[in-house]
C-alpha cells in the first residue's frame, strides 16, 4: 500500500493546487474533513504516516492510528465494501428502482436528459463521431444500455462488477422489466412535448422493446446534430447480440487489445474509485478510446459550492465538486468539451451534472505517470 499511498499523497496535492485551496468536505455521518488526505487516511485509502506528512490534523491521525485499517489487505476496505452493499439485494433489487436508491421514477428524465446531451451538445462539438462501440461503466442491471446505448451504438460493453446485478441484466434489458422501464421512458419524451409524432413513434418503439431504433429509417430527424438511427447505419444483429458483459469495477479494468470505444459512459458510479484509481482508470481507457472522436461522458451527482467532497458511508463512494473531478480529468489527460446540468430531478437531490471529456493531443500533457 506504500507505493500507492505515496502517489495518491502526490496526486492529492496536485488536486489541491488546481483547486487552489485545501479540499474540505464531509461524510453523512456528519463527520468534517479538512483536507483530502485526510479523508482518504479515515477510509483506509492513505496510510496514518503518509497522511500525517501530507498534512492531516495529528489528532485525526492518533485516531486512526488506534482504529488502523488492515494495510496488507490486497483489495482496500474502500472496495470491498462497496461490493457487499451492492452485492445485497436488500440494499439494491435488481430493478430500476433498486438501482436508483428509490429513486427510480427520474429515470426516463434522467435518459431523455443524456439523449438530447449526446445528440444537441456532444455531436455539434465531435460530428464525425463514429457510433460502433460504447462501455457502459458501473451499469447496473443495464439500465444505461438497454434506454441510452443500445438504440444509438452498434454495440456495448457493459462493465458491472456486483456479479447480482450483472446476472440480472439480460433479463432487465430484454424481457419484461426492461419493456416497463422503456414504456416509463417514452412517457416522458410525451409528456414533454415537441414534435409529437416522432416522440409518439419512439414511444411505441420503446414498447416494443426498442426493436426498431428511433422509428423508420425513412423518418429520420432531418435536423443536424440528430444521430443517426441504428437503421440508418445498416445494424442488423438483435439487441441481445450486441452486448458483451464484464464482471469488473474500473479500477479492474483493462480495455482488451484492439479494442476501440467511441464513447465511454460512466454515469452515477464514479465516486466509487479514489482518486489514484480513477486517474490511472482514465489513463488507461484514453488508449481505447477512437482518436479524435472518442469521448468519455460522465453523468453524476456533484456538490454544490457549500463542500468540495461528501464520502458516503453507506456505499463506500464519493461525491466530488465539478472543480475536483475537473481536476482529475485534467491530470489524467484530458480536455472538458462541454458540460450541463440534468433538469428536472427532485430538489432534493444533489445536482446531476453530464461532462464530455477528450483525450488531449500535446503528448505533454496526457496524463503519462499515473500509469497503471
Ligand atoms: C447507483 S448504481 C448506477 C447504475 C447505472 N450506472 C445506472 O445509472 O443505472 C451504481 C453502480 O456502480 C457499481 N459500482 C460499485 N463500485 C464500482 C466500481 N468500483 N467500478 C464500477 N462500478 C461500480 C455498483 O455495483 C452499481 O451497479
Not at 488546481?18 to 487516511?41: C, F, Q
Not at 469495477?249 to 466509487?272: E, L, R
Not at 430531478?345 to 500509469?371: D, H, N, R, Y
Request: net charge negative; charged share 25%.
Amino acid at each position: 500500500m506504500c507505493e500507492t499511498g505515496n502517489q495518491l499523497a502526490e496526486l492529492v496535492s496536485k488536486v489541491e493546487k488546481h483547486l487552489g485551496r485545501i479540499a474540505k468536505g464531509n461524510d453523512t455521518d456528519g463527520r468534517e474533513y479538512t483536507s483530502l488526505s485526510e479523508m482518504w487516511a479515515t477510509v483506509g485509502i492513505l496510510e496514518p504516516s503518509v497522511a500525517l506528512k501530507a498534512g492531516a490534523t495529528r489528532k485525526r491521525v492518533a485516531e486512526l492510528v488506534n482504529g488502523a485499517a488492515d494495510e496488507t489487505a490486497s483489495v482496500p476496505a474502500w472496495y470491498t465494501q462497496a461490493y457487499s452493499y451492492w452485492e445485497a439485494e436488500g440494499n439494491c433489487p435488481p430493478t430500476i428502482d433498486g438501482v436508483l436508491g428509490g429513486f427510480g421514477h427520474v429515470s426516463g428524465t434522467d435518459i431523455a436528459g443524456s439523449r438530447r446531451f449526446l445528440e444537441g451538445r456532444v455531436k455539434p462539438l465531435l460530428p464525425a463521431m463514429r457510433l460502433e462501440k460504447a462501455a457502459d461503466c458501473g451499469a447496473g442491471i443495464g439500465r444505461v444500455t438497454k434506454l441510452l446505448l443500445l438504440p444509438i451504438f452498434a454495440s456495448v460493453d457493459l462493465l458491472e462488477p456486483s456479479p447480482r446485478l450483472l446476472a440480472a441484466a439480460p433479463s432487465f434489458m430484454f424481457g419484461q422489466e426492461g419493456h416497463r422501464a422503456a414504456r416509463m421512458e417514452a412517457e416522458v419524451l410525451l409528456s414533454e412535448g415537441g414534435e409529437e409524432e416522432k416522440l409518439r413513434e419512439q414511444a411505441v418503439v420503446g414498447m416494443r422493446g426498442r426493436e426498431e431504433p428511433y422509428g423508420k429509417a425513412e423518418d429520420a430527424d432531418p435536423r443536424a446534430g440528430s444521430l443517426p438511427t441504428r437503421q440508418q447505419q445498416g445494424m442488423k444483429a438483435p439487441p441481445e447480440a450486441r452486448v458483451r458483459y464484464l464482471c469488473l469495477g474500473m479500477q479492474d479494468f483493462q480495455p482488451a487489445s484492439g479494442v476501440v470505444y467511441d464513447v465511454v459512459w460512466i454515469q452515477w458510479c464514479i465516486g466509487h474509485l479514489h482518486d489514484l484509481d480513477l486517474v490511472r482508470f482514465l489513463v488507461r481507457i484514453k488508449a481505447a478510446l477512437r482518436p479524435e472522436t472518442g469521448a468519455v461522458i460522465v453523468k453524476d451527482n456533484c456538490c454544490d459550492a457549500s463542500a468540495d467532497f461528501v464520502v458516503d458511508t453507506g456505499d463506500s463512494s464519493l461525491t466530488r465538486s465539478p472543480a475536483y473531478l475537473k481536476a482529475l480529468f485534467e491530470i489524467a489527460g484530458y480536455d472538458l468539451r462541454v458540460e450541463e446540468r440534468q433538469q428536472g430531478f427532485p430538489a432534493e437531490l444533489f445536482p446531476v451534472i453530464m461532462f464530455c471529456f477528450t483525450a488531449k493531443k500535446e503528448a505533454s500533457q496526457s496524463g503519462e505517470g499515473w500509469g497503471p
